[in-house]
């Protein structure tokens, strides 16, 4: 399989090298520790799926090991958020801790409310700070864990799956691995952006009515 080289790293290879355990806590942290934004999460999904696809994993436990770790690293990202979180969102810029990235997810937060937690998986970055924030506003526990393991099945089994199918259908697609990372994180963005443009037309056919 042809090098994939994200922050510099081989994703083929590092999938290789931590397997079914390093993948479960990559995507836990990149869920929800402040400091896991920077890990790779799209990416590494469809890479282990394609990396099924071809024999180097089994899709069943891979799929299970990534909803139970990105909803895992939620609830930890909640409870975390709900004790800590003030007095980490007042610290200091650091390489593990940017404060722009908190202000993006206040935004993201406000503006789309509880079902933040479910749309902010499909955002790189914003997931990660979004279950801290959710922790710090107590939003109430029963409605974060609802979507919190909606989230959780929809974009671990979602995007593993296909790059699983995709690897299965298309012969040589690694080959074209980095251009289709790429679209892969667009779509990935889409159920966010459409979201966006719903609640701007139903802004603006309110205020007309």
């Known amino acids: 399989m042809d090098a994939i080289s994200i922050f510099n790293q081989d994703l083929s290879a590092l999938v290789m090298a931590v397997g079914y355990l390093g993948i479960f806590l990559i995507i836990f942290a990149e869920s929800g520790l402040f400091f896991g934004f920077f890990l790779p999460g799209d990416t590494l999904l469809f890479t282990a799926g394609l990396m ?55 935004k993201f937060y406000a503006k789309h409310g509880r079902k933040t937690v479910l749309l902010a998986r499909f955002m790189p970055v914003i997931r990660t700070f979004i279950p801290i924030l959710a922790g710090v506003g107590n939003m109430k526990y029963s409605i974060f864990l609802t979507y919190n393991i909606a989230g959780g099945i929809i974009w671990g089994a979602g995007i593993t799956l296909l790059g699983y199918f995709m690897g299965e259908k298309i012969p040589n697609l690694d080959m074209f691995l980095i251009p289709i990372l790429i679209f892969v994180v667009f779509v990935s963005m889409l159920p966010s952006l459409f979201s966006y443009i719903y609640s701007k037309i139903k802004n603006k056919s309110e205020n007309n009515g």
Request: a positive charge.
């Open 52 to 106: 099924a696809s071809q024999g180097y994993l089994s899709i069943v436990p891979l799929v299970l090991v990534i909803m139970l770790g990105a909803i895992l690293g939620d609830q930890v990202g909640y409870l975390f958020g709900k004790k800590f979180g003030p007095k980490i969102f007042n610290r200091d810029d650091s390489f593990y801790f940017k404060k722009k990235h908190v202000e993006n997810a206040e």
